[in-house]
């Protein structure tokens, strides 16, 4: 087949996670093994670079410079959150004709593939080829057809290993703790939090998924419960954790709640779930050490915290996608698919099939409302990777004496 002479762009959409450098630092280093790929540039800031030409030339950046850019976490291009419409996607076509664009990546989730998908129909409309190619990257985890998404390993090993420091914190002194987790569809991040659990007290003792629709009765009686029982209660729930009617519980539980540009609820950046969630706990239980931390932004870029299995991933989606649309002139979106135990094959699947829809976690992973299921924990736990080790004081008790 005839090879398709032209430039690259690359571009960063959405939250950025430990390891998009990588699949960011993978399709540079790997285009440059093919001489029909004869610039490389990069958008600064995702598509509102790309359209206002803010561009760099990363055909020129060092090897050394781009490895030491690849872990590193945060979006080294810098992102955005801007979803387009067809006017945009237009005007974002517009700029890779003028430069003799041949070759679109744009890393993202699956508002990025949607961004993807109207590209190439802008493309296919004036017969101009482009090969567009959609890079999946989410710590949500929630993008479909993939077994799983780039950036989720790291940042639920930020959430395991948070929830173990939690766990040996609120051991020393104990009370009731709340950590709320990202996550506003999806629960994959939050039931991350079992694998901070090593002995049969350890928390989160409850752990409360959007996938199941929360009730204030059943938290406080299951907190009574917990209590009671342990002398303490650690708790895992998800930003967007919903009522029965499918609305977010802080909705109900806040007079006035922030709205994002788009006119979500502002779940991220805010206290006041934990807020609520803590207030409920004081007012009808009557247990005075109550604390929340909301995890916000720390579990998206956190240094230190990268599981390699993620690390070499993601890079690899960043490879593949430039192998595939080098060597076979076809758009996409890559896909991994899980193999043996543990071993992934990397896959192109249609533009449409990622774009605008999530996924959920699927019933199997969940254990009634407050908990995860095995199943989660041998799906997750591969992509986590190595987990440090706590440990308890071992030693024979002591007779009393004068409080016998």
């Not at 989410?138 to 390993?153: A, E, F, K, Q």
């Not at 729930?237 to 499918?246: C, M, P, T």
Request: charged share 25%; hydrophobic share 40%; with cysteine.
């Amino acid at each position: 087949m005839e090879k398709l002479t032209g430039k690259a762009i690359i571009a960063m959409g959405g939250g950025p996670t430990a390891v998009i450098n990588q699949s960011l630092v993978g399709a540079v280093l790997q285009a440059r093994q093919y001489p029909h790929i004869t610039q490389f540039y990069g958008a600064f800031q995702g598509v509102e670079g790309l359209v206002t030409e803010q561009l760099c030339n990363l055909s020129e950046a060092t090897r050394h410079n781009l490895e030491m850019v690849a872990a590193t976490p945060g979006a080294g291009m810098r992102s955005t959150r801007v979803k387009p419409d067809e006017e945009y996607c237009k005007r974002i076509f517009d700029v890779c004709k003028a430069h003799g664009v041949r070759y679109f990546f744009y890393i993202g989730g699956n508002d990025s593939a949607e961004t993807c998908r109207i590209v190439n129909k802008f493309a296919l409309a004036e017969s101009y080829e482009l090969r567009v190619m959609h890079i999946p990257k989410t710590i949500d985890n929630d993008l479909r057809v993939t077994d799983h998404c780039p950036g989720y390993g790291s940042a639920a090993k930020f959430v395991a290993q948070a929830f173990m420091g939690v766990n040996l914190d609120n051991r020393s002194l104990p009370g009731v703790y709340v950590g709320v987790v990202m996550g506003r569809h999806a629960g994959f991040l939050t039931a991350a939090s079992v694998f901070a659990r090593k002995y049969d007290d350890d928390g989160p003792h409850l752990i409360y998924v959007p996938e199941r629709h929360f009730s204030s009765e059943e938290f406080l009686a299951s907190v009574d419960a917990t209590y009671t029982k342990y002398g303490r209660a650690v708790i895992a729930v998800s930003e967007g954790i919903q009522d029965e009617r499918g609305a977010p519980v802080v909705a109900g539980l806040v007079k006035e709640v922030e709205r994002d540009s788009h006119g979500n609820i502002q779940l991220s950046g805010s206290t006041s779930l934990g807020d609520a969630l803590t207030g409920l706990v004081r007012e009808k239980l009557k247990i005075k050490r109550v604390r929340s931390d909301t995890f916000g932004y720390l579990q998206r870029s956190f240094l230190g915290c990268v599981s390699e299995v993620d690390a070499n991933e993601a890079r690899e989606v960043g490879e593949r996608a430039v192998q595939i649309a080098a060597w076979h002139r076809v758009d996409g979106s890559i896909t991994i698919e899980r193999v043996g135990d543990y071993g992934v094959r990397y896959n192109l699947t249609a533009l449409d099939e990622v774009a605008k829809e999530t996924k959920s976690m699927p019933d199997s992973f969940i254990d009634g409302v407050n908990n995860v299921t095995v199943d989660f924990k041998n799906y997750a736990r591969p992509l986590l990777g190595g987990l440090p080790v706590y440990e308890r004081i071992h030693a024979p008790i002591v007779p009393k004496i004068l409080h016998k």
